[in-house]
């Protein structure tokens, strides 16, 4: 189970945090993703992170602004948002995979949170 907490209505060029604490997987050995879903669009890929947290990887849109980081001994993951853009407002998912090398598809993806909804406003 992937829980998802941390968002919230904010200004555009201020900055969040979104925490997704996992249980009942074996967590340090996955890689974990966070994607996006605006309304009446796709789920996207923002950034993820392999089991170790040695490598990364970002959507374009958020490189440079946004950054992952997990903490295997707290089974949890972290997107650290900042200079937050209007274009960044969606529902916000962690996902866990079931090997350690990241991926950025959806499909590849196992396990998902609940989502934690992010609005910024202009």
């Known amino acids: 189970q992937l829980q998802a907490s941390g968002g919230g209505l904010v200004q555009a060029g201020t900055s969040l945090r979104l925490s997704c604490t996992a249980s009942?997987?074996?967590?340090?050995?996955?890689?974990m993703g966070w994607f996006r879903q605006a309304p009446g669009k796709e789920r996207e890929f923002v950034a993820a992170i392999s089991w170790s947290g040695s490598t990364t990887s970002y959507a374009d849109s958020v490189k440079g602004r946004f950054t992952v980081s997990r903490d295997n001994a707290r089974n949890t993951v972290y997107l650290q948002m900042n200079s937050l853009k209007p274009e960044d407002t969606a529902v916000y998912y962690c996902?866990?995979?079931?090997?350690?090398?990241?991926?950025?598809?959806?499909?590849?993806?196992?396990?998902w949170g609940q989502g934690t909804q992010v609005t910024v406003s202009s």
């Open positions: 009942g997987l074996a967590f340090s050995a996955y890689a």
């Open positions: 996902a866990s995979r079931v090997r350690g090398l990241l991926a950025t598809m959806p499909k590849d993806y196992a396990y």
